[in-house]
């Protein structure tokens, strides 16, 4: 129960600054909550089904397969395939980061890791088609060409500025959570 | 809604094949997935009340106010803030930046806002630091707020 509380610790601080606003401005305390009531059901119906999805990867999947696909000598294989996984994701930003993780312990590269996140945050498509009927198809269509060679940019420098030590100590990180 | 269903069908077929094929390694499966759920559960939680105080704060009366007042690069700059920030869904964003626009906000404010706000994960940065360690998220987060100037003013020239 102890252990239980640490873990929430963070989360119940949250809550409590959630009820303090609600008694200083219960209007403001009370769309609040009912914020995070809609997002926790969102949650709910998404985030169980891409952790067995996970699971399943990682049962399933054999590490040279992932190697093969995603890994070191992927080449354009690997960002296709990393684009293309993000793009059809479904989910809040927030569930890319488990899922990088595990493809990065099954051996994939970390620029394709990188580029998996930026096709999730901006290339998404069913985000696309709704940004097309907001902003129309111009809008669209123009952010997201531009946003393509951006991306694969973002995780040049980031790998680029990781090299050696860095990026062993993400790989060792993730595996750690991976078996903890 | 329609990728929710999308992903649970596709969850559940996978699921039923997986048993059909090898009932200990479904297990394991299953295990694995609650270990890392469990593990990154509190996390999660955490940010989902954060964000709910912080949407229910900054409306889209109240964003529309801050970036539609200002103009130039105190504009922009609010834009970038308010999107970083937040992690305003798609389904808000959009509609908003488009009324804004309507109403004659800067276009390059509602382009910097639109990028930042999928890109850059203010909120969101304990999960990124906790699997990509500080370094890489700190660069990655950086990056993604410089070139969402390069995006809005790219597209500004394009679209014009």
């Keep these: 129960m102890m252990g239980l509380l640490k873990r929430y610790r963070y989360m119940l601080a949250i809550v409590g600054v959630n009820i303090i606003l609600l008694m ?29 999805l996970l699971g399943l990867l990682d049962t399933w999947i054999r590490k040279e397969t992932m190697i093969r696909i ?7 294989l690997g960002i296709v395939v990393a684009f293309l996984l993000g793009s059809v994701a479904a989910g809040p930003m927030y569930a890319t980061f488990p899922i990088a993780g595990t493809l990065m312990n099954k051996g994939a590269k970390f620029f394709n890791i990188i580029v998996f996140v930026g096709a999730w945050s901006t290339t998404k498509l069913p985000m696309l088609f709704f ?39 993400i790989y060792a990180n993730v595996n750690e959570i991976a078996n903890s | 809604m329609l990728f929710t269903i999308g992903l649970n069908v596709l969850t559940g077929l996978l699921l039923v094949i997986s048993l059909l094929r090898d009932r200990r390694k479904t ?7 609650w270990k890392s759920l469990d593990n ?51 389904v808000v964003t959009f509609p ?7 109403s004659g906000a800067s276009f ?16 969101t940065y304990p999960v990124e630091a906790r699997y990509f360690r500080h370094r890489a998220a700190i660069v990655r987060n950086t990056l993604a707020l410089l070139f969402s100037f390069v995006v809005a003013i790219i597209l500004g020239r394009i679209l014009k």
Excluded: C, H
Excluded at chain 1, 24 to 52: C, D, H, Q, W, Y
Excluded at chain 1, 136 to 149: C, E, K, Q, T, Y
């Design chain 2, 40 to 90: 990154i559960l509190p996390l999660f939680l955490s940010i989902i009340v954060l964000l709910g105080i912080m949407l229910a704060i900054l409306s889209p009366q109240v964003i529309s106010k801050l970036i539609g007042q200002e103009s130039g690069w105190l504009g922009i700059t609010i834009a970038a803030v308010i999107g970083s920030v937040t992690l305003i869904p798609g």
């Design chain 2, 27 to 33: 297990v394991m499966a299953l295990k694995k997935a």
């Design chain 1, 70 to 76: 995603m890994g070191e000598k992927s080449g354009i």
């Design chain 1, 131 to 169: 940004e097309a009927s907001a902003m129309g198809w111009r809008f669209m269509l123009a952010r997201f060409v531009i946003d393509i060679p951006i991306i694969l940019l973002i995780a040049f420098i980031t790998e680029k500025m990781v090299m050696g030590s860095e990026k062993e100590l």
């Design chain 1, 24 to 52: 200083v401005r219960p209007e403001l305390g009370l769309k609040a909550f009912k914020m995070t009531e809609s997002n926790s059901i969102e949650i709910l119906m998404n985030i169980p089904a891409i952790f067995i």
């Design chain 2, 96 to 102: 908003l930046a488009a009324a804004l626009l309507k």
């Design chain 2, 108 to 123: 390059t404010a509602i382009v910097v806002f639109v990028s930042t706000s999928m890109m850059v994960g203010v909120v």
